[in-house]
């Protein structure tokens, strides 16, 4: 995923958004819109092209995540949470660009200043190598018996 | 036994299934402020949030508050919890902070709200994985007889409209690990911590840890991250999530 490139329009505008670069793009996206969608004939279809195409576990695994995220966007937006400190600033511009800002529950995080627009834009394309490094950090302090 | 998917010939990891045996345990105890009793007829009203008719009237409304009406709901529960269950349910992406702030004035308590919360996203969360593969949804279980705990750990009020819990306290540092910051979306429910619990469980056997969500290296042997990602993405756009 490091140094890999993805379009992401297709988050907010389905396949017809064009190609992300992500293998069996179209399946995984057909499953996700038909697992949040309420239509079961479309959820039959998109399992089995899924299924024919990822094959078992990978479809088990995409099924799992599919419905991961039709709790995770309930918690988060039955509870009101803003996005969290740096995220926003880091992914103001993506946001933007794919039409996420658009969202009523965008209410939940205040909007930025120019100034913090301007800090998100300056370190987004460092963000890609900031992350693993600070996950690295974090794992390492975890573990039993690390230095303090 | 609970989720033993017999007729399924699709592989559901081990794992996966005894999470989702736990959450049944769980769903069926008494809470910290529902009894068993109530928690699975809560369950049952997201059930029941599928099929009605007023919920799918408001859903294509241009607002929900547009359209007058009752859910109808279980005599076990009050009635604005049916109406908070079946808004969650059904219409996530237009809940707003005047919303909720109704719902508490309506006589929810915000440690009732999240309670509610965290069986509401369990429920949606399993049934939504059984459709994806093509089983039945899994029948309630049984309530377990027994009072709510009443437990609250020390809270503040951060960003959230709900408040919830000091990350110093024992509670916090148990939930947590010691973590000196910690994600919203895992800080959401920590007004009632087996709600933090639960979604721990799940969200390890579902999708990824939650202390590996920020790695974006972190993935599965079955489905790479950005595959992971198109998926979530993809749900969470379609339910007009900000988060």
């Known amino acids: 995923m490091e140094g890999e490139r ?19 793009e179209r399946e995984l996206v057909a499953l996700a819109e038909a697992v949040a969608g309420g239509d079961p004939a479309a959820l039959a279809e998109a399992r089995r092209e899924a299924l024919a195409a990822l094959g078992p576990e990978s479809f088990v695994a995409a099924a799992a995540v599919a419905s991961n995220f039709e709790r995770m966007v309930r918690i988060a937006d039955g509870t009101g949470i803003p996005l969290d400190a740096g995220v926003n600033e880091l992914s103001a511009s993506i946001r933007e660009e794919i039409g996420i800002d658009a969202y009523g529950s965008s209410a939940n995080t205040p909007p930025l200043s120019a100034a913090r627009r301007l800090l998100g834009r300056v370190l987004e394309p460092a963000a890609r190598f900031v992350l693993p490094v600070v996950a690295t950090l974090s794992k390492r302090r975890s573990q039993p018996g690390a230095e303090r | 036994m609970a989720f033993e998917y017999t007729d399924l010939s699709l592989p559901i990891p081990e794992e996966m299934r005894a999470a989702h045996r736990r959450a049944w345990e769980r769903l069926a105890a008494p809470g910290a ?40 709901g279980t005599s076990l529960l009050p009635a604005a919890a049916v109406d908070v269950v079946h808004r969650i349910a059904t219409d996530p992406g237009r809940l707003t902070k005047s919303w909720y702030e109704k719902t508490l004035a309506a006589g929810l308590s915000a440690e009732q709200y999240v309670e509610l919360l965290g069986v509401v996203v369990t429920l949606v969360n399993l049934d939504a994985l059984h459709r994806a593969l093509g089983v039945e949804p899994e029948p309630l279980p049984e309530p377990v007889a027994g009072e709510p705990s009443r437990a609250r750990p020390p809270i503040v009020q951060g960003g959230a409209w709900v408040p919830w819990i000091e990350l110093g306290c024992d509670e916090a540092r148990t939930l947590y690990a010691g973590a000196p910051r910690v994600a919203n979306v895992l800080r959401a429910l920590s007004l009632v911590p087996d709600a933090v619990r639960q979604l721990k469980e799940l969200s390890t056997v579902h999708y990824l840890p939650m202390d590996k969500v920020a790695d974006p290296r972190a993935g599965l042997p079955t489905l790479s991250r950005p595959q992971m990602e198109l998926v979530a993405g993809r749900v969470s756009a379609l339910n007009e999530c900000f988060y």
């Open chain 2, 33 to 72: 402020w529902w009894n068993g009793a109530e928690r699975v007829a809560l369950a049952a009203e997201v059930r029941a949030a599928r099929e009605c008719a007023l919920c799918r009237e408001r859903k294509a409304a241009l607002s929900p508050h547009a359209v007058a009406g009752e859910h109808e």
């Open chain 1, 6 to 24: 993805y379009d992401l329009h297709a988050l907010t505008g389905g396949t017809a958004a064009g190609p992300t670069g992500v293998p069996h």
